[in-house]
């Protein structure tokens, strides 16, 4: 009976505990112990198959620790904080006409987006720049009025773009060891070229959220203007010398990854430039990298249960059955299976909130499933990628989602689920669902 098929039943199971608020973690741990016991294993085996997959995540788990540890190096030197009193200075030395506060809107909202970026790949802080960049800034927000709902969808385009496009950073954990490692894991021999094509029309849609946002939230919203610097968050104040030591940091960092490849040993270079560059004392290091591990670990936790619950799916088997069962009932064709796949990931996603943990979950049910239905190596890539960026876009539980609220929020005029969760779902994920449905048709 299907009803009783493993997959089906571990994965509807972590849908609902991560909806009920459950802890990711524990949601997949559970899921993967009853998985396998649905499917006839003992507990003593599924505990084992467990156990030996979680080593599959324990490279990417170090990552974010080490690149945990550079964000809050970055943060320790003060350059965040220095960046907002700069644009807070600009704003109070401008005018007050309509044409001059149009002009410093589209430059905050640039900076933000390039923040966000950048966040993820050239400076890897992650969203550890939120709580300290946006909160000295909404004082600013207020008085020019932009509608916050906005800054939240140019946050969330940044950050999960970056990483989609960018193989660098946290954008190289997703692409090289998440993506490309489980499409090739699963049977799909898929090279970075042909992972970057697969982007284009998820991509697009990505694209396409962020101008309709910019056109359905262009309109002045009041707010509460609450003055300069009531809402700032750990503030630090920088210097010259961090501002060199912190550039050097991050180049150095940057030819670490280009020429190592590895996430981990540009973090701790960059880490350990910060240390020797006097801008983390090392008295000081034990408790900068103590906080940047506490930041960071959570999702690495995920990670590794996620390739746990990965391993006793595809011990299980029953990965055959659901795909031998869904293609004999899509004799509509390939457009139904497409359009099923991707509103299965969608729900997926949006309970677990992270489209890094969604992929090994995802791959091992898609790929073969895309290959019993002759779906092309690009047209599989597209499903597979829209179906599961959308966890980081409009899930309550996304870290995107509760990193742009943190900043957003700091004053109480902003809204986790109306204003940064639901826009960000109606803008992101239905061009994504939409666009990524006819890419898989047309590649």
């Not at 644009?87 to 923040?115: H, P, Q, R």
């Not at 954990?173 to 094509?197: Q, T």
């Not at 707010?223 to 104040?237: A, F, H, S, V």
């Not at 960059?270 to 004392?281: A, I, K, Q, T």
Request: hydrophobic share 55%; with cysteine.
């Amino acid at each position: 009976m299907i009803l009783t098929n493993a997959v089906i039943l571990s994965v509807v199971l972590v849908l609902v505990l991560s909806i009920v608020r459950v802890n990711v973690v524990i949601a997949l741990t559970a899921s993967a112990l009853i998985g396998g016991m649905v499917d006839g294993f003992s507990f003593e085996k599924t505990l084992e198959i467990f156990s030996n997959g979680l080593g599959d995540g324990a490279k990417i788990a170090l990552s974010y620790a080490m690149l945990g540890a550079f964000a809050a190096a970055v943060a320790h030197s003060g350059i965040p904080v220095m960046l907002a009193d700069k644009i807070i200075l600009l704003i109070k030395n401008a005018s007050a006409k309509d044409s001059e506060c149009t002009k410093f809107k589209v430059i905050i909202l640039v900076a933000i987006g390039l923040m966000s970026i950048l966040s993820k790949n050239v400076i890897p802080v992650h969203i550890a720049f939120i709580p300290i960049l946006i909160p000295p800034l909404l004082g600013v927000f207020s008085r020019l009025k932009i509608d916050r709902r906005l800054v939240a969808c140019v946050i969330t385009f940044g950050l999960i773009v970056a990483y989609m496009v960018v193989p660098y950073g946290v954008g190289h954990i997703f692409l090289n060891n998440i993506l490309l490692h489980n499409l090739n894991l699963n049977g799909l021999n898929v090279s970075m070229k042909e992972l970057m094509l697969g982007m284009i029309f998820p991509t697009a849609g990505m694209i396409i959220g962020l101008i309709s946002s910019c056109m359905m939230y262009r309109k002045p919203r009041e707010y509460n203007d609450i003055g300069d610097g009531q809402c700032e968050l750990n503030r630090k104040e920088g210097s010259l010398k961090n501002v060199l030591v912190s550039m050097v940091a991050v180049v150095v960092s940057l030819i670490v990854q280009l020429q190592t490849k590895s996430t981990i040993a540009s973090a701790l270079v960059g880490f350990l430039v910060f240390s020797l560059g006097g801008v983390v004392h090392w008295m000081d290091a034990d408790n900068v990298v103590t906080q940047g591990f506490k930041m960071m670990a959570m999702m690495a936790f995920i990670m590794i249960a996620a390739a746990g619950y990965s391993a006793v799916i595809r011990a299980t088997g029953d990965i055959g059955e659901l795909v031998n069962w869904l293609a004999s009932g899509s004799s509509n064709g390939k457009a139904i299976v497409s359009f099923g796949m991707l509103m299965i990931g969608l729900l997926i996603t949006m309970g677990i909130g992270s489209s890094f943990s969604t992929v090994p979950i995802i791959t091992s049910i898609y790929v073969p499933l895309c290959m019993r239905m002759g779906f092309s190596t690009l047209a599989t890539i597209t499903i597979v990628i829209a179906a599961s960026i959308t966890g980081d876009a409009g899930a309550p539980v996304s870290d995107t989602m509760l990193g742009a609220t943190s900043g957003l929020g700091a004053d109480g005029q902003h809204n986790h689920i109306w204003d940064t969760t639901i826009p960000a779902f109606i803008h992101f994920n239905l061009p994504v669902i939409i666009l990524g449905w006819l890419g898989s048709l047309i590649l």
